[in-house]
């Protein structure tokens, strides 16, 4: 019997159940034996992924068709490293802050690699690791957080629908009806009727 075709995401994305020690944010935080989380149990709660040719993103008809079906019109560059982001410590520091969007928030790895950590239906800690050529979308009112690994760079792609607006709202903020949607959208049906609090 043929073994099914591995998914071609898998070799720039990866995720897993983190474990609750408070060492560095750039280590890889694998649970003691380690517990992976597949690329559709991501879709269950909302993140998407992609993998795409990022040594032709300029002309990539596959990432203009994306950015069609998407409406992502607004696009620009961003280089996480100590060497080109301003006072890169504390942007590091606030972009590890738990916190959500009212819109997605799209990234596309072009180079490098970093950690976007998400909240499980259940509320536990997820680092999806995103490397070049992986391109992710956190649904809006999701909680997360962003950490370069132990390599210290990333370069990627912004992909914003409309004029982008990168207000972060730490938690807790669960009265916004961004928050309040994606629960009924994910959470609450993830239950299958049971409640999750997942708002505390």
């Not at 992976?36 to 998407?48: H, R």
């Not at 990022?54 to 069609?68: F, G, M, P, V």
């Not at 019109?73 to 009212?102: A, G, Q, R, V, W």
């Amino acid at each position: 019997m043929a073994t099914p075709a591995k998914d071609p995401r898998e070799e720039v994305i990866q995720a897993w159940y983190m474990d609750n020690s408070n060492e560095g944010q750039r280590l890889p935080h694998h649970k003691d034996p380690k517990e992976f989380v597949s690329l559709e149990q991501l879709e269950e709660i909302g993140v998407l992924s992609w993998r795409l040719d990022a040594d032709k993103y300029e002309t990539d008809e596959d990432l203009k068709k994306l950015r069609e079906e998407r409406g992502y019109s607004y696009m620009d560059f961003i280089e996480c490293c100590p060497e080109k982001l301003p006072n890169y410590e504390e942007k590091i520091k606030n972009f590890f802050e738990e916190h959500l969007h009212t819109d997605e928030e799209i990234r596309y790895c072009l180079d490098g690699s970093g950690y976007f950590d998400v909240r499980s239906c259940n509320d536990q800690w997820i680092r999806v690791w995103v490397k070049k050529g992986g391109m992710i979308v956190l649904p809006a009112g999701i909680y997360h957080r962003f950490t370069l690994d132990t390599d210290n760079y990333i370069k990627a792609m912004r992909l914003f629908v409309g004029d982008p607006v990168w207000t972060p709202f730490n938690r807790p903020h669960d009265h916004l009806p961004a928050r309040k949607d994606y629960l009924q959208a994910f959470v609450h049906n993830q239950a299958g009727g049971h409640a999750v609090d997942a708002t505390a």
